[in-house]
């Protein structure tokens, strides 16, 4: 949109602009300055656009800069909340909040999927990780329309401290390596976890482990036991395998 | 180390803190203000210290941290820089700007493996992406000791614009696909890209594939068209299966 399409439609909104800016605001805490960043950060690709340069324009670009800063924001979060806890632990527990899982539900929290532009709902629910990529292009147009610090606090604030509940997701003991040994029984697949090297200088134990499917190396996993490297390595399988 | 001890270590800094605090200025263009951050951002866990609560301390959570910064503002580097880029392209170049290769060569060109603290040299030098890690470490530091403007302000201009060739990235046009086939045939592995779905709606033109290794399925990829859903799943598999 040009200057001074944008500038008009600054002054003068239409009464849909406005109830838009006001959900916008209800969600992040303050008025949206950009309001063309949170209505392309909604438009999924399914009801995406071709510009008049034909690109194709939906809010994909702007989840790729918002899953980014995410990951960044709560990445930091743990390092400073869990000072004594290795980075195998800091990986773990965020990958457990940046999962398509978690962001549904922080997405559907937060009151997302009302503001999400569908071609056809109903076609498209199956999708599922549509309302968490919908929170993570939303984060990356906050962070274009106020900056890093507004971003990380509205991170921090309204998803984190409200919706979030750390505990439940670090006592959440996923046994990953019984999910892939089910899985291998059922699928008829044989399975080893096979140790790489025990470091053996005194003051760092660290194991690693590759985790081999049909002799095939799948994943590594790193830890401070054989069986949490064992749990690392399960864990990315089931990540590749999308055993959830 | 305490509070005091750190102010009485920067009153009368000793001349190795003072020569390490130069040889950090030169990299980072600014005397850093907690030496400490960056004392423990060059040090490898093979010459980890146990700290006294018996907490293993070496520069593992600083590359925790600093990988995530680097991954965002290269994000946010490109997304800006190529504003007609769809989220693939974009995620492709990334993932070559940080992995573990060019991660290394920077580290190498901003002057950090002489600062790094090992145990053995030789015995270390295999794993080879000590200084990449250490380089990724420094940022985590930078950070901390500086904030994120001018963190970001150094990853873009003295890592990002002093050394990094982003044509020559770009234009390595890296064929996956053969490299995943030529593998197999060695492995003598059977390999087949299956396509998901061919989204039908008419401006989305995005084709999904996967890619299966002996029937079993190990990575996924999109793109604009098969060929392109191709190479991305064989990039995935490359990572996955360590083909470098």
């Not at 969600?27 to 909604?42: F, Q």
């Not at 995406?48 to 939906?58: D, E, L």
Request: charge should be positive; glycine fraction near 4%; hydrophobic fraction near 35%.
């Amino acid at each position: 949109m040009s200057f001074w399409k944008q500038f008009r439609r600054k002054l003068f909104p239409s009464s849909k602009d406005r109830q838009f800016s006001k959900d916008i605001a209800s969600i992040i805490g303050r008025p949206p300055k950009n309001l063309s960043l949170y209505e392309l950060a909604t438009l999924h690709s399914s009801a995406g656009k071709i510009s008049k340069k034909g690109f194709r324009v939906s809010n994909e670009r702007l989840e790729f800069l918002g899953d980014a800063i995410l990951s960044m924001v709560i990445a930091e979060y743990l390092f400073k909340k869990y000072p004594h806890q290795n980075e195998g632990f800091l990986t773990e527990i965020r990958s457990r909040i940046v999962n398509r899982d978690t962001l549904n539900k922080l997405a559907a929290n937060v009151g997302i999927p009302d503001l999400v532009e569908l071609q056809d709902k109903n076609q498209t629910k199956r999708k599922n990780s549509i309302y968490g990529n919908a929170l993570e292009a939303i984060i990356g147009a906050v962070y274009l329309d106020r900056g890093y610090l507004f971003c990380r606090k509205f991170i921090l604030v309204k998803i984190v401290n409200q919706h979030l509940n750390l505990d439940t997701i670090i006592n959440t003991d996923s046994n990953y390596k019984s999910k892939v040994i089910e899985w291998a029984q059922k699928e008829n697949r044989e399975i080893e976890f096979r140790s790489i090297n025990e470091t053996d200088t005194s003051n760092a134990n660290e194991f690693e482990v590759t985790l081999l499917i049909d002799q095939l190396p799948v994943s590594e996993g790193k830890g401070t036991s054989k069986k949490r490297a064992e749990q690392d390595a399960a864990l990315k399988a089931c990540q590749i395998l999308k055993l959830h």
